[in-house]
């Protein structure tokens, strides 16, 4: 049910164009530097993996970064497999990060905040061990430079992006406290619970 309710919202905020927003101000913050971009790419992949789920990452964000590197006139393919292999390995940290943490947190027994005090280490070690790998590969197609402002686009609707924003950043505390998202009634499912 949580991950069926995540995928929803992170289609409307794909809808919306806050993915792509927020890739395009990436861009401006890589200062031309396709090093930096990438980096900054690899942030974002992380926080994505993390805080929205592998399916978001890999689904709507993989191709926000390949739009963003032809626009920046950049190769792809670093921004690409940095942020499909990225959605793998960093969506170990929190329950609702990969359907497989949720199938694992119960038969364990452990709360939201128990979860992620078992996995901090192994999730720190899944990120940095492929991107060190990412970047020994890929060294020297980083350096070269881009115009920041070949990858801007405005959205097409501020209200919807404006909303969407609102919603995703108050997601982020219910899904790592795994606070019950259906209070009234008296019903039992919490963020942190899943129905199969």
Same mark, same amino acid.
């Given at each position: 049910?949580?991950?069926?309710?995540?995928?929803?919202?992170?289609? &409307?905020?794909?809808?919306?164009?806050?993915?792509?927003?927020?890739?395009?101000?990436?861009?401006?913050?890589?200062?031309?530097?396709?090093?930096?971009?990438?980096?900054?790419? &690899?942030?974002? !992949?992380?926080?994505? !993996?993390?805080?929205?789920?592998?399916?978001?990452?890999? +689904?709507? *964000?993989?191709? +926000?970064?390949?739009?963003?590197?032809?626009? =920046?006139?950049?190769?792809?393919?670093?921004? =690409?497999?940095?942020?499909?292999?990225?959605? %793998?390995?960093?969506?170990?940290?929190?329950?609702?990060? %990969?359907?497989? %943490? &949720?199938?694992?947190?119960?038969?364990?027994? *452990?709360?939201? &905040?128990?979860?992620?005090?078992?996995?901090?280490?192994?999730?720190?070690?899944?990120?940095?061990?492929?991107?060190?790998?990412?970047?020994?590969?890929?060294?020297?197609?980083?350096?070269?430079?881009?115009?920041?402002?070949?990858?801007?686009?405005?959205?097409? $609707?501020?209200?919807?992006?404006?909303?969407?924003?609102?919603?995703?950043? =108050?997601?982020?505390?219910?899904?790592?406290?795994?606070?019950? +998202? !259906?209070?009234?009634?008296?019903?039992?499912?919490?963020?942190? $619970?899943?129905?199969?």
């Amino acid at each position: 049910m949580v991950v069926v309710g995540i995928t929803m919202v992170t289609e &409307l905020a794909a809808e919306a164009g806050l993915f792509r927003v927020v890739a395009e101000r990436t861009a401006r913050w890589g200062r031309g530097r396709e090093w930096l971009l990438w980096l900054l790419t &690899l942030g974002l !992949a992380v926080l994505s !993996a993390i805080f929205l789920s592998l399916d978001t990452t890999a +689904v709507l *964000l993989t191709p +926000v970064v390949v739009l963003l590197a032809r626009h =920046a006139r950049l190769s792809p393919l670093p921004f =690409a497999l940095t942020t499909v292999w990225i959605a %793998n390995t960093a969506s170990l940290l929190l329950p609702v990060s %990969n359907l497989t %943490n &949720l199938l694992a947190q119960h038969p364990m027994g *452990l709360g939201p &905040l128990d979860f992620v005090a078992l996995m901090v280490a192994p999730a720190m070690i899944a990120i940095i061990v492929p991107t060190g790998i990412l970047f020994l590969v890929l060294r020297r197609s980083l350096l070269v430079r881009y115009e920041t402002g070949s990858a801007r686009q405005e959205p097409v $609707e501020r209200v919807l992006l404006i909303v969407s924003e609102v919603v995703v950043v =108050a997601l982020l505390p219910v899904l790592v406290f795994g606070v019950p +998202v !259906a209070p009234l009634r008296g019903a039992p499912y919490a963020v942190d $619970e899943v129905i199969i």
